[in-house]
């Protein structure tokens, strides 16, 4: 399946894809465009849109793209919804509710400076999700 966004991406564009690779689809093929192309991207090319204003899949009141995924694909798993604190975090200006979020905007952020394009992007940091990820799975088999 085809996923498409925004070019320049940073956190919750590369936090979906890493979702939609480890989650929902290993083979999917993402597309980033400029802003303005990606909604005509998505009908040319039947490609799904996310992290887009006004889309199922993207920010809605406080809560950024990778919750709308968790809503819409029902991902249930405790250490998705601990991630998806931390994407959030880092995603919005609400970076105090976690403390890692600061952490995860400044990778994002160099990450995003160093690459070559959004696919060396997400190929570098998707070993960042799977870390965050399993942190995350420990922290959330630990309890309160």
Not at 91 to 103: I, K, M, Q, V
Request: net charge negative.
């Amino acid at each position: 399946m085809k996923w498409v966004t925004r070019r320049k991406a940073r956190v919750d564009r590369i936090a979906c894809p890493w979702l939609i690779r480890r989650f929902l689809d290993p083979a999917a093929e993402f597309l980033f465009v400029a802003d303005a192309e990606v909604m005509e991207t998505a009908r040319r090319e039947g490609a799904v849109p996310f992290d887009v204003p006004g889309v199922e899949l993207g920010h809605h009141g406080d809560r950024c793209s990778f919750d709308a995924f968790l809503d819409t694909y029902r991902l249930d798993d405790p250490a998705l919804h601990a991630l998806a604190l931390i994407v959030r975090g880092a995603d919005t200006d609400a970076r105090s509710l976690a403390p890692e979020t600061s952490g995860l905007y400044a990778v994002a952020s160099g990450f995003r400076l160093i690459s070559r394009d959004d696919h060396e992007n997400m190929a570098r940091q998707f070993p960042v999700y799977d870390a965050l990820y399993a942190y995350c799975q420990e922290l959330t088999a630990a309890g309160p």
